[in-house]
């Protein structure tokens, strides 16, 4: 059942944009850094010498857009998602076949963090391809690529769970567009905010310094509000 | 011609949601304001003012404003996107070009309301926190005005972007996709002028020495960038709407 629901949700977002968007947010983030280090003469220079371990300081300045990119790009592929259905109305047409309603939300769910699963994927291999490339030192920190690249992925699943919920139940797209920018202004300022907020959680940081509690609260968090989030879908009026 | 305005005046109150959208920018910058300190930086109530300026226009002009043009152009274009809506717009005596400028018109205007209330929003937070010293009503206007002028192209854009894709969220990618690099050029001596996404930034930003009586930069800039880049946008989408087929 729920495989045929994904295989037909992985078919209903060809040709969107879905998966361009997918490959454009990660290699945007490391094409940033290209332009930071290479543009202006001399910059490369001046910025290796801010830090001892120009690894981690490259990787300090590409994780500075990661969570921006994050945020406005989930609530981008949810309202891509939604607006399949949206556009033409056929949440009717969907939910009148013998499917579960939480199926449908689930696979919308799964496809959704597959892409985003893809573009953290990509986010590492693009910040390893340019790192070579900047000549940073022999010894490629991978664990603390990996690190930087798929830890904010699990720390911003509330958000996409969020988002998911908020683009399918709004009729006006204009809606979850609009939280994402103010989950955007959050996360561009994401150093004043609080630890509990969500919007702080995919810049990695925390008053214990531990990244990998940001992950734990992502998951734990990301589980609740998706299960809230699928419940309400559930019960809710199909117009 | 007027009452084309009203109509898409009128498309667009109905929807309610644009007051949320227009409020959104002034309200977190009010309440960004209000959690400032200035003391932390050892600064005087005397440049309160400066200081509340400095500080809200980095989030207002740099991150909200162009995300902003966005979100307007789509709610513009959201009513006809919607069950045939542009063969009935287009089917009325009226001529494609004046429909295009019609919403250009009230999109420009929507972003002055916009403007406006983010100047109530900085003058309130100020009053709140207690400032002394004249309100520096000069430096202001030349902010909201620069501002305003810069999002000009911005919106034509995201104007054009809007009728070519159904969808709401396809637009505004392209403008996430602009927006996100000026974070970085606004860094740039070189790139920054030049980036046409930067320039809300760039002019709203308080500097003394511009050499210019009107804007924040140079006047060069303001016709070459925002201008040129303006026309390439406004025309660019008017003669992609004088052929746009209506399905």
Known sequence: ?239 | MISLLQSEWFKLRKSKFVFAAILLGPLITFFYALTLQPDKFGLEKTFLWEFLIAFTTLLYALYFLPLATGILAGLLCRYEHQNGGWKQLLALPVTRNRVFLAKYAILIFTVLAIQLLYLLAIWTSGVLKGAEGPFPVMLLWKSILGGWIATFPLLALQLWMSMLFKSFAAPFAVNVAFTLPAILAVNSEKFGPLYPWAQPFLMMYVSKDAGNDTFFVPWEQVLTVAGGSFLLFFFGGLLYFRRKENI
Do not use: C
């Open chain 1, 1 to 239: 059942m729920i495989v045929k629901l994904l295989a037909a949700d992985f078919l209903k977002i060809k040709r969107k944009g879905l998966w361009l968007l997918t490959v454009l947010g990660p290699f945007g983030v490391v094409l940033l850094q290209w332009f930071n280090y290479e543009l202006v003469p001399g910059r490369r220079e001046w910025l290796l010498q801010r830090s001892d371990d120009d690894w981690l300081f490259y990787l300090q300045n590409v994780s500075s857009f990661t969570p921006l990119a994050l945020v406005l790009g989930i609530a981008i592929l949810t309202s891509l998602a939604a607006s399949i259905e949206n556009e033409t109305n056929a949440w009717k047409q969907l939910v009148a076949l013998p499917v579960p309603k939480m199926g449908v939300f689930l696979a919308k769910f799964t496809v959704l963090s597959s892409l985003l699963a893809v573009a953290s994927a990509l986010l590492f291999f693009f910040t390893w391809l340019l790192g070579i490339y900047l000549d940073l030192g022999s010894a490629t920190p991978y664990a603390e690529i990996a690190k930087f690249s798929f830890y904010p992925y699990f720390a911003s699943l509330p958000l996409l769970a969020l988002h998911l919920w908020a683009a399918t139940v709004s009729n006006n797209q204009g809606i979850p567009i609009s939280l994402g920018v103010v989950g955007f202004l959050f996360a561009s300022f994401s150093f004043k905010l609080p630890d509990w907020l969500p919007w702080k959680w995919p810049s990695l940081q925390n008053q214990w310094d531990e990244p990998l509690v940001n992950v734990v609260l992502g998951i734990g968090a990301g589980a609740i509000l998706y299960t809230a989030g699928m419940l309400d879908f559930a019960r809710r009026d199909v117009k």
